[in-house]
Each structure stands twice: as structure tokens, then as C-alpha cells.
């Protein structure tokens, strides 16, 4: 019997249009051993009503003012306390009720320490707009720009208590910085789960405009160069190169 204990982590801010959807795709998971966790960054408009409406599915919520996403991420994953970790976004949600039941499954029959599966680009009324297949992991490929979804990337709690949470300091880049601390520099077992189990709402804030994409390519840099990448600047080149395959078929 599968028992593994996931603790699973939605921040929020000004999320009323999206976040019922996330909850909803929470409360349809087949597997019931799971924590969830909501933190609010002081949301302003419906948000925190709405969250409040949902409490039946939601073992720990919190609104306050926080130092921005990562900072938020970094107050859930604190109060977890399953065996493995993961983040779903507000704006996004599970593509099926089985995914935590598969997810579980994984960390059992593989025993590994992470893993991380495909997703969907969606729009607003969830048309794919573009499909994130990962492909098999092997070490030395975040070398050549390779990175997961990090909406799929989950990891065992004692993995963040022992390399770290999520580092601010790398801007729009603190979640690739983190899989490439737990992944490439720390060497873990790791499972590559080929489905997809995540439906991410397009958009995000390092794309926004050029001033915020230079913006996001200099974090990406210092956290390639920090995380002995081999090549950092062929790595940037590269990275951005890689998602032309997510548009084609």
C-alpha cells in the first residue's frame, strides 16, 4: 500500500478568476493522503474569500504581506510536513484526478529522491497552446539549457531541509536556480514521470516585456555560473532554444 504523505503548495495574490479551478483540481485527486497548503500574499480582491469558502480541502491558510512568490514558497514548504514537496500554481491546475496517486507511486516503486513530468500551456478557456514534453534526464544535461516544468518538479521535504529553499536573490530565476542546485549540483535519484499532469495558464513575469526577459536572462546566467553549469553563457543560448519544439506538434 502507497502512504506517502504529500505536502502540496498554492501561493496566491489577486487570484479570484483562477484559484477555484486550482482548488478544484486539489479536491478531485483520487490519492487523500495529501496537505494542502495556500498562502496569500494579502490579496485585495476575492481571493481570500474564496480560499475561505474552500477550507474543506485545505489543511493550512495564510494571508499576509510577504517579499514577493518565492518568499511565499518559501513560507509553505516551511509548514509542510509530507514526505514530499510540490507547487501548483493559482493560475494552473492538474490535468487528471489520478495525478498524486501516480506521483506517490513514483517515489515509492523507484525510490527516488525527485521527479519531475510534461505539461500543457493552456489558454484561459484551456486550449493547448503549446506541450512541454521534458524527455529523460541524465546528468549534464542542464549543461546544454536543459530544465523540467517546474510546476511538475517535486522533491522530497528532507531535500529542502538539507540544499535550501528557494533564493530570492535570482529574481524570476529562484526556481531554476533550485532545480539546478537539487538536480545538477547535488546528483539525486531521479524519476521522469511521462505524463502530463499539469495544465499551466500561459503568461508569467519574466516574459512580460524585453526589459523584464534581460532582466530574467541575467538570473539566469548568475544562477548557471553559481551552480557549476560548464558553459554558462552556451547554457543561456541554448535554454531559450530548447522551448521552439514545445509550438511544433
Known sequence: MINVKISLV??????????????????????????YII???????ATPGIILRNMAHIHYFKSEADDGIYDAMNKGIRKATGDVVGLLNADDYFANSNVLSEIASSFVQNNVD???ADLDYVNRSGKVMRKWRSGNYSPGKFNWG????HPTF??????FERLGLYNSAY????????????????KPKVFYLNKVIVNMTQGGVSNH??????KAWRCDFRA?????INMPFLGLVLKPLRKVRQFIG
Open 10 to 35: 498554492t501561493i496566491t495574490y489577486n487570484a479570484a478568476k483562477t484559484i477555484q479551478q486550482c482548488i478544484d483540481s486539489v479536491a478531485r485527486q483520487t490519492y487523500k493522503n495529501v496537505e
Open 39 to 45: 498562502i496569500d500574499g494579502n490579496s485585495s480582491d
Open 114 to 116: 525527485l521527479l519531475y
Open 146 to 149: 536543459w530544465m523540467p516544468p
Open 154 to 159: 517535486y522533491a522530497k521535504r528532507e531535500m
Open 171 to 186: 529574481g524570476t530565476a529562484a526556481d531554476y536556480e533550485l532545480m539546478l542546485r537539487f538536480m545538477h549540483l547535488n
Open 209 to 214: 516585456d524585453l526589459s523584464n526577459r534581460i
Open 224 to 228: 548557471m555560473a553559481n551552480n557549476n
